[in-house]
Structures are given as structure tokens and as C-alpha cells.
């Protein structure tokens, strides 16, 4: 593959731009979502209670309770096991904003611990050396949908007396140690936000066995008025209801729910689409010298939300922004996640966090780069993303 790059004046792999993400949305959910309109209940309804029934059952929790968004129920668990100022919460740096802003939103101090170079998760090791008698939760986040070491986090989490609380944005359909993700940790967060592995457009659930917690988060999500409020608006219910709480404005819509169950009832397809898209890139892609592909861990099932390679940049000629440029010119869409949270100005600003405090992290975000990986991927527009990757590196290659 001697070809030019279309960033040095080449002809690009395809004529057509390849995006990035697009929603695995069919007739079924159109569908569904036309039928909740026309139904008269727009807001959290019985599609709601039916989409938290289904989605407990398959993942296995007891408690599933639906949300606006991932960040919303980050913040709503967060809020209801009381965290608050003096509080730390242990994070990952290498994630999005959202599952350490919530800590910050509650007066908490997020805390990082550096991530592993290979699984780009919580490194348990460094994770245990940053917990401490105010280490009030742990969010480990299960990065493109790979599960962390839970074994290990949840061993120190528990003899740390601190809530392990996942952030399972990328993680819907990964197991870990036979058990879906959702069923493992104290509580966990999904999100159904337009690009993850199960979509609503917006939306999140939180699992949890904690009957008490969910209680505690259907209250919370809903102005903190009494449970089942909403029933208020229906023929049984009433007009009364009392404020317990200092609650937020969480709920899901049963619209975003009519969609979600038809994305649950296709989950496994979704699932085996992408898994076989991971497949087939890493056929194409791991014979490359200066591209490390990424890769399943024993006893785990990687959810395949991204498919994160990393760059060898000592040994080629450009850095990681000027290969997104070169995959931009071969019409191929990429994206990074992510840019670690100590780097950004806020996280500096507010909590002191500077340049060369997660070096592993720093590193990773040197090299990462999220190829494409979504079920409507056909073969040809995968053999292209191989084709663009394998003509970069082959020109720019050590
Ligand atoms: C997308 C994402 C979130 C936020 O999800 P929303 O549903 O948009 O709030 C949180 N954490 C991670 C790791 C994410 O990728």
C-alpha cells in the first residue's frame, strides 16, 4: 500500500464521507415513539415503568430506574447516598466531564487515579493509593465498553466503606465475571444518549439490588415529591402531594421510553453487529506495526461501544491530530476520547490539576483514536476505514 494520502494531494479512499457515528434507528422505533405520541401520555408513564421492568430483567439488577441522561443519574445516586462537600469521589481522568462534574455539583472534590495504558481503565493499583477516609464513591467507567477489574475495585471500594458506582455510559450489553454490567456494583449508570450502544436520543437508567437507593432515586429524579407521584395525572390518582426532598428534574419521557424498548428488544442483534464490525477491523488492523488494536479481556464481554487504537507517534511522522486530519481527507470520520479531565482548564482551575499528573492518561490521549463502530457499518465502508489507517501509517510509517 504505496498509495498517497489524500492529505498530501492523493486520491481518498471513498468519495463519500464515512461518519463518525450514525443511530441504529429502524421503522420499529419510529414506530413506537409515533404510537407513545398518539397515546395522549407524553411524560413518564407506563412506558416508562415497562422500559425500567425490562431493562432490570436484562441485566439482572433488582432496581432499574430511568432517567434524562447518564449525567442524571450519576448526579441523582451521588446526591442520594449524601455526598457532599469535604466528600472525594475517585474517578478515572480519562473520561467525559459528566462523571466527575457531578461530584463537583455537590460541593464533593473530584479525585483521579491514573488509568491502566492497556484497557485505558482505572488502574486498581493507583486507584487504591488515591482512596481515603473521604473517598465517599468510586465511578470506575468501563472505557468503549470494556469492563474495568471490578474484582479488584470492589474489593478496596468495600474495605474502604466507599459506594462503587459505575459509570457504565459505553458499557450496555458488556459482562464481567458471568454477570451483566448493571448487575455487579452498587449502583450503575447507563446512558442512552444518541451515540451509545442503546439509544432514546437523551436519556439513562441506574441499576441497583438496593431497594432503599432506587426508592431514594425515584424520589430524587422527580422534584423529591412523594413516590409515584406522577400517578397524580391519572383517573386513580390525586391532587396531593408532598415535597421530601430537595429533588431535580430528571425523568424520562415515555416517548424516549417507547424507543428504548424497541432498542432493548433488538439489543442482541445491535450487539452482534458491532462485536463482528470489532472483529473484523482488528483482522485488518493488527498485522500494523505502529497501530495496537483493542482487545477483549478473560473474563469479561466487551460491550464494543468504540474501537480506541492507539498510534505508535514515536515511530511515525505525525502526531495523533495530524492523523485525524489524514482520516479526515480519506473521508473517514474519527473521534478521541478522550481529552483527559486534569488537562482541561476547569479541572486546573478549581482543583489545581496540571500537566503530568496522570501520565499514563497523557499518554494514551497522545495516541488514542476512536475508528468507526456502529451496526449500519457495511463491509466495504469497514474495509475502507482498514484501507485509510493501512495507507497513513504505511506512508508516515518508522
Ligand atoms: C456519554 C457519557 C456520559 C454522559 O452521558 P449522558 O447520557 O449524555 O449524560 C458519561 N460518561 C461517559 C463515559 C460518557 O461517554
Known amino acids: 500500500m504505496s498509495a498517497k494520502p489524500a492529505i498530501e494531494g492523493g486520491r481518498p479512499v471513498r468519495a463519500e464521507f464515512l461518519p463518525f457515528h450514525r443511530p441504529a434507528i429502524a421503522n420499529a422505533e419510529i414506530q413506537a415513539a409515533v404510537r407513545a405520541l398518539r397515546s395522549g401520555w407524553l411524560t413518564m408513564g407506563p412506558r416508562t415503568q415497562e422500559f425500567e421492568e425490562r431493562f432490570r430483567a436484562y441485566v439482572g439488577a433488582k432496581h432499574a430506574v430511568a432517567v434524562s441522561s447518564c449525567t442524571a443519574g450519576l448526579h441523582t445516586t451521588l446526591a442520594a447516598i449524601g455526598v457532599g462537600p ?32 492497556e484497557t485505558f481503565n482505572l488502574d486498581p493499583e493507583a486507584a487504591r493509593g488515591r482512596l481515603g477516609p473521604r473517598t465517599k464513591a468510586m465511578i470506575p467507567v468501563h472505557h468503549g465498553g470494556l469492563p474495568c477489574d471490578l474484582d479488584a475495585l470492589a474489593a478496596m471500594a468495600r474495605a474502604n466503606g466507599t459506594f462503587l458506582l459505575e459509570d457504565a455510559a459505553h458499557a450496555f450489553g458488556a ?32 441499576t441497583t439490588d438496593d431497594g432503599a437507593l432506587a426508592d431514594r432515586l425515584r424520589s430524587l429524579r422527580l422534584h423529591g415529591i412523594s ?8 383517573a386513580t390518582g390525586d391532587w396531593y402531594y408532598e ?24 439489543a442482541e442483534t445491535l450487539f452482534r453487529k ?37 498510534i505508535d507517534v514515536d515511530r511515525l511522522r505525525i502526531d ?9 481527507a ?14 482541561q482548564p476547569f479541572y ?51
Open 348 to 398: 486546573q482551575k478549581a482543583f489545581g490539576y496540571r500537566r503530568g499528573d496522570f501520565p499514563v492518561a497523557e499518554r494514551v490521549y497522545d495516541r488514542i483514536v476512536s475508528l468507526p463502530l456502529y451496526p449500519g457499518l457495511t463491509r466495504a465502508d469497514l474495509d475502507d476505514v482498514v484501507d485509510a489507517v493501512a495507507k497513513i501509517v504505511a506512508h508516515y510509517g518508522g
Open 330 to 343: 480519506e473521508n473517514i470520520g474519527t473521534s478521541v476520547h478522550f481529552i483527559p479531565l486534569h488537562l
Open 86 to 117: 469535604k466528600d472525594e469521589v475517585l474517578t478515572s481522568p480519562l473520561t467525559f466531564t459528566s462523571t466527575a462534574m457531578v461530584a463537583v455539583h455537590l460541593g464533593a472534590k473530584p479525585v483521579f487515579a491514573d488509568v491502566d495504558g
Open 274 to 310: 458491532r462485536r463482528s464490525a470489532a472483529a473484523y477491523l482488528t483482522k485488518g488492523l493488527r498485522g500494523l506495526a505502529t497501530v495496537t488494536v483493542p482487545r477483549e479481556r478473560r473474563g469479561s464481554v466487551h460491550a464494543w461501544h468504540l474501537y480506541p487504537i492507539l
Open 227 to 234: 413516590r409515584d407521584a406522577w400517578k397524580r395525572y391519572t
Open 243 to 266: 415535597v421530601l426532598d430537595a429533588g431535580y428534574k430528571y425523568n424520562m419521557t415515555d416517548v424516549q421510553a417507547a424507543i428504548g424498548l424497541v432498542q432493548l428488544r433488538r
Open 320 to 328: 495523533r491530530a495530524k492523523f485525524i486530519e489524514a482520516m479526515r
Open 175 to 206: 459482562s464481567y465475571g458471568g454477570k451483566r454490567i448493571g448487575a455487579v456494583g452498587d449502583a450503575t449508570a447507563f446512558s442512552f444518549y444518541a451515540t451509545k450502544p442503546l439509544t432514546t436520543g437523551e436519556g439513562g437508567m441506574v
